[in-house]
């Protein structure tokens, strides 16, 4: 059972290049996150989608995109990357959507260290 | 004021310590509590969730203080392979995230 795959693991751009990290969960689960990691910052929300066809903004969406495709994968574009988007990348996902409260917990893809130059 | 607050530590401890953990949160109404633990550059991983009467799993036990509004998470017997950071969380509308405890268990 693989869980929440995330890619690429490791990626350098340059200033003004795009890209888009690529997310799938295979656990049927309908809400899905994606979350930046800087020292000292803790895990901060970029988006997330509560279900597939919905997306909201999380603490810290400018600059990013995003795309539930489908219930099993949830994209994060970056169109213009600068060098404050220089991070660890997590995508995870939960049974249940943000609203419902309960104790659902967070499963997290191994994560994507990505440098923008 | 940040949403949830955590020591960063390091805490350094010897084995066979017992360490605390403090976390606390702002908002009053939220519903569901966490502890999760990060090894270096790893993910996440859930170690234990937080309920209101407090819960226990081997070492660690979890405590909710809803009038003061903080977790703990309580670390008996501390061994080497406990060394990690520790991250606290809780669920409302949004999961949020503390910025991590770092704890370092030396021989």
């Known amino acids: 059972n693989a869980g929440v795959t995330q890619t690429p693991k490791f990626q350098v751009l340059k200033t003004g290049q795009s890209m888009t990290l690529q997310c799938a969960q295979d656990?049927?689960?309908?809400?899905m996150y994606w979350y930046r990691q800087d020292p000292g910052m803790g895990l901060r929300l970029i988006y997330y989608?509560?279900?597939?066809?919905?997306?909201d903004k999380g603490e810290v969406p400018n600059g990013y995109n995003v795309s539930r495709l489908n219930k099993r994968e949830f994209s994060l574009r970056l169109e213009s990357a600068a060098p404050s988007q220089t991070s660890v990348y997590f995508c995870a996902s939960s049974a249940a959507g943000h609203l419902e409260g309960g104790s659902e917990k967070l499963f997290f893809g191994s994560g994507t260290q990505l440098s923008v130059l | 004021r940040k949403e949830v607050e955590q020591d960063p530590g390091p805490f350094n401890v010897p084995e066979g310590a017992t360490v605390a953990f403090n976390c606390t949160y702002s908002n009053s109404a939220s519903q569901s509590f966490f502890w999760y633990r990060q090894d270096c550059r790893k993910e996440p991983k859930l170690l234990m969730s937080v309920y209101s009467s407090g819960n226990e799993d081997g070492r660690f036990t979890a405590q909710l203080n809803r009038a003061s509004q903080y977790i703990s998470l309580l670390i008996r017997d501390s061994k080497l392979s406990d060394s990690a950071t520790y991250l606290c969380?809780?669920?409302?509308?949004?999961?949020?995230f503390g910025s991590g405890t770092k704890l370092n268990v030396k021989p």
């Open positions: 969380s809780f669920n409302f509308n949004k999961f949020y």
């Open positions: 989608s509560a279900s597939e066809g919905t997306t």
């Open positions: 656990m049927n689960h309908n809400s």
